[in-house]
């Protein structure tokens, strides 16, 4: 993707007074962050209460919000396999395997790295909590030697009908890889997540985090003995940027937790890498490798490569860096995609945040060609991707339901859009999208703290259900969000 300035053609005046006011709104925009703070805090608390209002399953008594129930209680049951419980993904009723645990992976993450800043807002036993319910999941997914259930539902026929889970009669397919029919991207994904809960709870119920880790280590070797891209989840999941990706980052991540020099031999002599733009549920190499330049900090300098890669996403991202490349709104927002670009946002908020703290720790700086950025200019940056979504645009509005000023009221979920009732109710689905999708109105019930898909390349947003891709939130938005959150709230809480 060419930057902002190449985008822009001709040299009339208007072009230039574009050009001038953009400059204004960016540069502008970033030297204030500093005093233009939001309740970080509270954006926190929300951002992992929609966590909890995508479960599935049997939900606990204290559960938020109080309008989501049970339901789906007898997933798996077509297989003769538990698989009750863990998350919807986005706005549908579908449980995606690779985003779940994609979800867990980097709520673990944020767990890890921002620990102390959780603990201080309050949210750390929530977000264990929210983890806890992703990789109880995944356990039981994976229960079974080199098998893994990756995904409970069936989505054309979800997609037919508009109601919440509670409720749903859609038929709840189970789909699974194998070595007949390998998925390598899902397991070592699943592997990354089971890898990286077992560091959250290995001081807090070892007995768990041990099950965790050798479960990882058994999915791990299933992912790379069976390799094989699984298309059983497209058009909604597909993966475009193939499995070695996932299979160094389940590396990485088995590392962390282990120690083991298996795993860093495998990252050295077989593992892929590559330079990228961006870290998403479809590619992660950038958060790979800002995890193993950490490794390479303290004494792997063999790990070289990773932190030039690393820096490289840095570069590719910042619109100082010579070589910038990711397209930036006019209002200073990252956008790679029309649909659901939020996701983006807070991955590079997140990995920015991140890798901030690596390279402060260490006293290093992130290199592009002749330019130097050091870990005060990469939270910045991280900062005000944040303070966009929270209210610092051109629309000044808040793009977290629930939270700031003019947040939107018809975010695309079928949960929060449809009234509650009787579990017992049977509803048409035809008249379903009658009812609650063709409407105006605002959702009658508030999906607190849901990131929607966001604005687009213009900063032009339509808060409308019917607009998907710029009202339908994901888990993994939000879980990449909680770390960001929680750095701020300590750091820059709202005088």
Partial sequence: MKSTLMRIHGNSLGTYMYIVTWLIIFVGGFLSTVNADFDYQSALKKSIIFLDAQRSGKLPANHRPSWRGDSALQDGSLANVDLVGGYYDAGDNVKYGLPMAFTVTTSAW?????????????ELKNLRSAIRWGTDYLLKA????????????????????????ENMKTPRTVLKIDQSTPGTEIAAETAAALAA???VFRHVDHAYSRSLVNRARSVFDFAKSYKGTYDGECPFYCSYSGFNDELLWAATWLYTATKRSVY????????????VSEFSWDLKYAGAQILLTQFYFEGHKELQSFKEQADSFVCSVLPDSPY???YISPGGLVHLRDGANSQYVTGTAFLFSAYSDILAKHKQQAVCGNNKFDSTRLMAFAKQ???????????????????????PKQAHHRGASVPTMSPTKVVSCPM????WYNT??????????AIVGGPDKKDDFVDQRSNSAMTEPTTYTNSLAIGVLAKLARHHSQS
């Fill in 110 to 122: 944020a767990a890890i790295s921002y620990q102390s800043e959780l603990q201080s807002s309050g």
């Fill in 440 to 449: 105006n109105g605002s959702n009658p019930n508030e999906l607190t703290g």
């Fill in 197 to 199: 809960a077992s560091i």
């Fill in 324 to 326: 910038h490349k990711v």
């Fill in 385 to 407: 991707q944040m303070d966009y979504l929270l209210g610092k645009n051109p629309k000044g509005r808040s793009y977290m339901v629930g939270f700031g000023k003019d947040p």
């Fill in 142 to 165: 994976s229960s079974r030697h080199n098998r893994l259930y990756v995904q409970v539902g069936d989505p054309v026929k979800d997609h037919e009908c508009w109601i919440r889970p």
């Fill in 264 to 275: 860093m031999k495998y990252i050295q002599e077989e593992a892929t890498s590559s330079t």
């Fill in 432 to 435: 379903s999208f009658v009812y």
